[in-house]
């Protein structure tokens, strides 16, 4: 079934059985390997996009349900707090193995777009749906502030 | 001297030089964070007041020396021949291969820094070639927090050496002595003028020139270091910010096709009838293939059942579901951990074997005014690195190739020759970036599949774990029962310790029916504990394996740790004095320690034991440093406890000191940690603190919530959140980390601050509530908050 997407202000027609998850469609279809897979039942944050602006967990999301939306991804994120989230991740080193980042890049690129000056408490609530194992939840913190000051 | 010093560079100073007409130095972005000693800089030429163009060297033009083979084939530390390391092409770009496994430990970065340092080159222009897997490097295990320890001196003189023969080149050039002329950041200059050549003109010369043997190679002073043991930012970092970088499970080949498997849910269970109508039915699915039943040992095997091939990840995916499939009972069907659990700690009731022995203990306990015993439970537990283990595998004749997120491609290499008989020269493996590790990805079984699947289909194929394969089929954690008792003299001071630990070993992963815990095990914070009282004793127990048994960030230190560092606490608490003053005390004087002159085969994580011995000084330091930190003794709100834990591990020496609160409701929060680190020469300090926060939280999550527990032989837990991680609502709110400056021999990072995480917490919760956590997970899967144990005094 062929189905158009648009992906990073660009369209894209997959061809994918329906009901395959965005996720699976970026990464294998459109070999998008940016948004990563963790756990598959939205638990884990790894496979975050935006659509429509909206974080949202490409993993339980079906790809056919995305047509005329506008989908965003790791590899196309742009704009003020995209680029605020960007520099301080590069300045404060904030990954570690990186697997988990394009999601907690993706999540707290959302969050100050919402709201440029988030407090702790709105730190956790947007962020704690995106798992490290690596455990760079204090770089997170930190960098997700610095960014706040940059905008 | 011929060069103008142009003095310091102050860290991040973008403006230039302090000497408004000096050179100017572009693009500071990498090496922004160098702190420059004294920058070598050729000045007049690069001040722009000259009109030198350096020319282009033919080499051939040249009437070298003759040479002969590299003397540095066989340092300390395995090959230091420059050419198997570095190569410089025209253009200057200095590629540094690294041939350790990139899991977020920063390994790139620290690498190149060893070597560019020693080399001069230029930070902007180094670029790393990951290597595959081969004997020719060495060790590649990246594994046991050793990759500087193991590599920091032949790194060292295989940049050096390589700068010798680029300042050789010049001087041939230009018929200088060599004495005359010196490297700096990528060129050559000389004495007698202001030329240079870069190194890019001089790196084919130097290629014909005889490697200089190691009397011979001169290293820098560490003052002169220009990127070791400096804030160098991370080689990685910037491609993963825009989702560049290939990790096991991203890699795309030609006709590539994708698979998952169904595995036996217990280890060694067998694939009995299969049905796949339904699963051939599901739109994208290819076919199915049975895999041989596996058969002890574990080894790196295959784990057998079926795997259902698709076009693309999500088809094969549905297909497993849809798959009908009886499994067949098999040796491990019986296993109940909690029924195991019970059976553990009465082995740690009776007396094991004895693998360290100091005094009498039997007779110092009966002697003793007061005693103490105690027993801790530690479960099972996953790494769960966020990456799931993935790889590739394609054959062309009898040729494999795999690519795959693996810690040890030369062990990849030797199981996949000895599991599928083919010529280990017939197999190439690519290391990619990991997605995390832990320990989990030194055990290749996943790309033993994709190679056997591959060749089934005759198609290139990638091997996918779902997350819940990965909880449920993995190398866990062992599990633990412990038992400790002392003995306390009149004023509270220890007499007697014994330790008596009980664990199924690693081992049994390797040889059937291995059931003693290992001479490596009992090192890692067993037979090594550091207390000087006049009678000790620690005893291993013995125990089956009935699950895969395999290595986890810090191994047996987390389980041992956790009891000796939280009873060291229980007995400050029945001597009445201060935890951190009663370690200090049971660490003792100064003094170096050897636990082989007690009985101990003591492997001191392979290291020798003089190069880096037991320095309880180094111990108590940290205790100091850490608690000075915290500002210990001081008054703390209600609800609120701190708690302290030391630990030598991987060679280093950490102190961590856990603020906990915890509410009357019991719901816990961690307002603050502390951690004091010496692990001797540091690479680069800013990513070392990465691993002390990384290394503490992870313990801290297993301590709080990681449990795996097995039914009927099957694992039950499959995903977030039955095994569950810490959040970032969870983590703690603030963490300060100290480096202890050391010129000591370089020790481990990645995995030291994982022992003492649990510890500390445990004893900060007790001085929050007065409850004694003995048994792990604190809060569990489920819970949200803690269920404290029934009070007791010790
Ligand atoms: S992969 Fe989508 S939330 Fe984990
Ligand atoms: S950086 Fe490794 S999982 Fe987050």
């Not at chain 1, 660009?10 to 897979?37: C, Y």
């Amino acid at each position: 079934m062929a189905t158009t997407l648009n992906i990073n202000g660009k369209d894209e027609t997959v061809e994918a059985a329906a009901g395959t998850p965005l996720l699976w469609v970026l990464r294998d279809h459109l070999k998008m390997t940016g948004t990563k897979f963790g756990c598959g039942i939205a638990q884990c944050g790894a496979c975050t996009v935006h659509v429509d602006d909206t974080p949202t967990r490409a993993c339980i999301t079906p790809h056919d349900s995305l047509a005329g939306s506008k989908i965003t991804t790791i590899e196309g994120v742009a704009g003020g707090a995209a680029d605020a989230i960007r520099s301080t991740w590069i300045k404060n080193d904030v990954p570690q193995c990186g697997y988990c980042q394009s999601g907690q890049i993706m999540a707290a690129t959302a969050l100050l777009e919402e709201n440029s000056n988030p407090s702790d408490d709105d730190i956790d609530a947007a962020m704690s749906g995106n798992i490290c194992r690596c455990a760079t939840y204090m770089s997170i913190r930190r960098a997700i502030k610095e960014a706040a000051k940059e905008l | 001297m011929f060069l103008h010093d142009i003095g310091i560079i102050p860290v991040g100073d973008k403006t230039q030089t302090p000497n408004s007409s000096g050179p100017k130095i572009t693009n500071l972005t990498r090496r922004g964070f160098v702190v420059g000693s004294s920058l070598f800089v050729v000045g007049v030429a690069l001040a722009g007041c000259s009109r030198y163009e350096e020319p282009k060297i033919d080499p051939d033009s040249l009437d070298l020396p003759a040479a002969g083979p590299s003397p540095l084939t066989n340092v300390k530390g395995g090959d230091a021949t420059p050419a198997l390391w570095i190569a410089i092409e025209e253009d200057g770009t200095v590629k540094i291969t690294c041939h350790r496994s990139e899991m977020g430990q920063q390994v790139w970065t620290s690498m190149a820094q060893i070597v560019a340092d020693e080399l001069e080159a230029d930070w902007d222009n180094v670029e790393i070639v990951q290597a595959i897997g081969h004997e020719r490097y060495g060790d590649q295990n990246t594994d046991g927090s050793r990759s500087v320890r193991y590599n920091f001196h032949r790194l060292r003189l295989a940049g050096a050496a390589m700068k010798q023969m680029l300042v050789e080149a010049a001087a041939i050039y230009w018929k200088m002595d060599p004495s005359e002329c010196e490297a700096t950041l990528g060129k050559v200059g000389n004495s007698q003028n202001s030329d240079t050549l870069s190194y890019g003109n001089l790196a084919k010369i130097a290629a014909k020139l005889q490697v200089p043997e190691e009397a011979k190679v001169t290293l820098k002073d560490p003052k002169d270091w220009r990127y070791i043991n400096k804030e160098i930012a991370s080689l990685t970092v910037p491609k993963i910010t825009r989702g560049e970088g290939t990790f096991g499970i991203d890699v795309d080949i030609p006709d590539m096709v994708y698979a998952v498997i169904a595995r036996p849910p217990q280890l060694f269970g067998k694939t009995g009838a299969v049905r796949d109508e339904k699963a051939l039915a599901v739109p994208g699915v290819m076919r199915t293939v049975k895999l041989p039943d596996a058969s002890p040992p574990a080894l790196f095997k295959a784990l057998g059942g079926v795997a259902v091939i698709g076009s693309d990840t999500w088809a094969a995916i549905q297909g497993r579901n849809a798959l009908e499939i009886n499994w067949v009972d098999g040796p491990n069907a019986g296993y109940d951990s909690e029924t195991f659990a019970e059976q553990m700690i009465q082995t740690a009731k009776r007396s094991g074997t004895v693998r360290r022995k100091r005094g009498d203990v039997a007779a110092g306990l009966s002697n003793a005014s007061k005693r103490v015993e105690a027993e801790y439970y530690a479960p099972h537990l996953s790494q769960s690195p966020m990456e799931p283990p993935a790889a590739t595998a394609r054959w062309d004749g009898d040729k494999l190739e795999c690519w795959a997120c693996v810690q040890d491609p030369q062990a990849t290499r030797q199981a996949l020759s000895d599991l599928l008989e083919i010529d280990k020269e017939n197999i190439t493996v690519n290391a990619t970036w990991l997605g995390g590790a832990f320990g989990r990805k030194s055990k290749p079984d996943f790309v033993v599949e994709a190679a056997l699947i591959a060749k089934e289909v005759d198609r290139p194929v990638k091997v996918t774990w779902t997350r819940e394969d990965e909880v449920r089929h993995g190398y866990y954690h062992s599990v633990s029962a412990q038992r400790l008792e002392a003995g306390l003299d009149e004023d509270g001071k220890c007499t007697s310790y014994l330790h008596r630990t009980v664990f199924p070993p690693i081992a049994s992963t390797f040889s059937p029916g291995m059931d003693v815990p290992t001479d490596g095990e009992m090192g890692l914070g067993a037979t090594d504990v550091p207390f000087n009282m006049p009678n000790l004793q620690v005893e291993s127990g013995n125990a089956k394996g009935h699950l895969r048994i395999g290595w986890l960030r810090s191994v047996s230190n987390i389980y041992h740790a956790f009891a000796v560092q939280s009873f060291a606490a229980e007995l400050a608490h029945v001597a009445g004095r201060d935890q951190k003053d009663y370690l200090l005390e049971l660490i003792g004087d100064a003094r170096t320690l050897d636990p082989g002159t007690e009985g101990a085969t003591y492997p001191n994580y392979d290291a020798s034991i003089e190069e880096y011995p037991i320095e309880t000084a180094r111990l108590s330091n940290v205790v100091n440093i850490a608690s000075e930190m915290a500002k210990w003794g001081r008054t703390m709100p209600s609800g609120h406890g701190l708690g302290i834990a030391v630990h030598r591990s991987f060679l280093s020496y950490i102190a961590t000191v856990v603020e906990v609160a915890v509410s009357p409701e019991g719901a816990l929060t961690i307002p603050g940690i502390w951690l004091a680190v010496d692990a001797g020469t540091v690479i680069n300090p800013r990513h070392t603190r990465a691993q002390m926060e990384g290394g503490t939280i992870y313990g801290l999550s297993n301590a709080l919530f990681g449990e795996i527990t097995a039914k009927n032989g099957a694992v039950v837990q499959d995903n977030f959140p039955s095994w569950r991680a810490l959040r970032m609502g969870e983590a703690p709110r603030a963490f300060e980390v100290q480096i202890v400056k050391s010129n000591s021999a370089p020790a481990g990072v990645g995995e030291p601050a994982t022992p003492p995480a649990a510890p500390a917490l445990a004893n900060a919760i007790f001085n929050a509530t007065g409850h004694r956590i003995r048994k792990l997970p604190i809060i569990g899967a489920s819970g949200s908050r803690l269920s404290l144990p029934a009070k007791e005094t010790a």
